[in-house]
């Protein structure tokens, strides 16, 4: 069965103290992993698109990499507005071929001044 | 702005009732993703559209249903709703473009309460 598991499930940083977030992934056929960033009561706010192990792509304090097994979203630096959850998911062909989006559960990140 | 137009935002219902959650997905983008999102659990894929076709199937109940019409709104539909039914209900459109892949975007959500 396709399964994303992200950890950990909450992480607190201080301002200034960098981290990664781990996206441990089991698909049927990986098209896609994508990050995205939620506050609460907000929809997912896109981040990354990696699709080949290797494949690394960055944005301001955040970058991500992806592994034939997980992807990392390091975060250097952090700033107090980085406070948010951050998901991870994967596009996958299903046993019928038709593609599917498979949601982790989160980290919850929170960035202390 | 993602693009993805949700409405209503908001809604309050009791328990037996019927809604329906439209959304109007990017410009140009023909797939239609629906999504649950309670207090206790994560985001959990009900079903997606394809230019008007069923293409994917997820953890969706009998009680809901959901079609995407010719201008590519879609509605999603839930019925005999029950307390357990309230959460955050998102819609996400997709396009491909060859030199970035698929790009999934989401709309802000509509809240659904049921009392």
């Known amino acids: 069965e396709d399964q994303v598991t992200q950890s950990p499930e909450a992480l607190r940083l201080q301002e200034g103290e960098s981290s990664s977030l781990n996206c441990s992934y089991t698909v049927s056929g990986l098209r896609g992993l994508f990050w995205y960033r939620q506050d609460p009561g907000k929809g997912p706010e896109f981040l990354f698109t990696?699709?080949?192990a290797g494949e690394e792509k960055e944005k301001e304090r955040l970058k991500a990499t992806l592994t034939k097994k997980e992807s990392f979203l390091h975060i250097t630096a952090p700033k107090p507005e980085d406070s948010a959850t951050y998901l991870c998911a994967v596009l996958s062909t299903g046993y019928s071929s038709a593609s599917k989006i498979i949601f982790g559960s989160g980290t919850r990140l929170s960035i202390r001044p | 702005d993602s693009g993805v137009t949700q409405t209503p935002k908001h809604l309050i219902t009791a328990t037996g009732q019927r809604v329906t959650l439209r959304c109007s997905p990017r410009s140009g983008d023909l797939s239609v993703y629906w999504y649950q999102q309670s207090l206790d659990q994560g985001l959990q894929f009900l079903i997606q559209?394809?230019?008007?076709?069923?293409?994917a199937k997820g953890n969706i109940l009998e009680r809901f249903s959901a079609q995407q019409f010719p201008d590519l709104h879609s509605e999603l539909n839930l019925s005999s709703l029950e307390l357990g039914d309230s959460a955050l209900y998102f819609c996400?459109?997709?396009?491909?473009?060859?030199?970035?892949?698929?790009?999934?975007?989401f709309g802000e959500g509509s809240w659904l309460t049921v009392v």
């Open positions: 559209y394809y230019n008007g076709e069923e293409r």
């Open positions: 996400a459109s997709s396009v491909y473009d060859r030199g970035s892949g698929n790009t999934i975007y």
């Open positions: 990696l699709y080949s």
